[in-house]
């Protein structure tokens, strides 16, 4: 069993920055691909990024290209997610997901491709 756990969100001013980091215990975190979700309050949880298990391939959502970087590092077991010129809409709950698969294919943005969540970290963004 793939435990995961979020951290490093919190309230930021427009226009600032943050790194989300997600710490991997109890698998094979180096053999995962990863994902990253976000669900702000009244919506469903959408897709934010991916990454291949060794870390050569990322994908992600149109809404957060060249802001959002997903990276890893498979010698700490964690993946992590740098969010620059936060936004007031980027507000949401910001979840980490692992797949047993290692490449990010077929349907990586769905929910149901990821086998281990989360819990979950805040980030919430000021005018």
């Known amino acids: 069993q793939v435990q995961l756990v979020e951290s490093g969100g919190g309230l930021v001013q427009a226009g600032g920055s943050l790194r989300l980091s997600c710490a991997a215990s109890?698998?094979?975190?180096?053999?995962?691909?990863m994902g990253w979700f976000r669900q702000a309050p009244g919506k469903e949880r959408e897709f934010v990024a991916c990454?291949?298990?060794?870390?050569?391939?990322?994908r992600y959502a149109d809404s957060v290209k060249g802001r959002f970087t997903i990276s890893r590092d498979n010698a700490k077991n964690t993946v992590y997610l740098r969010i620059n010129i936060l936004k007031p809409d980027d507000t949401a709950v910001y979840y980490c997901?692992?797949?047993?698969?290692?490449?990010?294919?077929?349907?990586?943005?769905?929910?149901?491709?990821?086998?281990?969540w989360g819990q979950g970290t805040q980030v919430t963004v000021s005018s």
């Open positions: 990454i291949s298990s060794g870390g050569g391939s990322t």
């Open positions: 997901a692992a797949d047993r698969s290692p490449y990010p294919s077929g349907n990586y943005y769905s929910r149901l491709k990821y086998d281990y």
């Open positions: 109890g698998g094979t975190f180096s053999s995962y691909a």
